[in-house]
Nanobody
Framework: QVQLVESGGGSVQAGGSLKLSCAAS????????MGWFRQLPGKEREFVAA????????YYAESVKGRFNVSRDTAKNMVYLQMNSVKPEDTAIYYC????????????WGQGTQVTVSS
């Protein structure tokens, strides 16, 4: 497993933008994908977006498609989440995650970063 550390969370007004970053350390990541999940207050953690590590194919939850953009920098072992046109319902703790193999679940997690969107 790799160690993952998120940064970039904070408070933003509805309609604004925020960019989250996640650094993988411990070893060079060369697994299947890295991505982002979030946990809204009182709810289970849910998938937000992911990017395949080698090819860069992007995957999005319907709730963020067209507003969020996931990207990666394989040279820096980093994954990013650009959040645009944010809404109050995007308020959550955002977690970075890594998936070593396509036939396995995401199995490395960051500690999470809080994003709060005010109306």
């Amino acid at each position: 497993q790799v160690q993952l550390v998120e940064s970039g969370g904070g408070s933003v007004q509805a309609g604004g933008s925020l960019k989250l970053s996640c650094a993988a350390s411990g070893r060079t990541f060369n697994g299947a994908a890295m991505g982002w999940f979030r946990q809204l207050p009182g709810k289970e953690r849910e998938f937000v977006a992911a990017v395949s590590w080698t090819v860069g194919i992007e995957y999005y939850a319907e709730s963020v498609k067209g507003r969020f953009n996931v990207s990666r920098d394989t040279a820096k072992n980093m994954v990013y989440l650009q959040m645009n046109s944010v809404k109050p319902e995007d308020t959550a703790i955002y977690y970075c995650a890594a998936r070593e193999h396509w036939n396995a679940d995401f199995n490395s997690w960051g500690q999470g970063t809080q994003v709060t969107v005010s109306s």
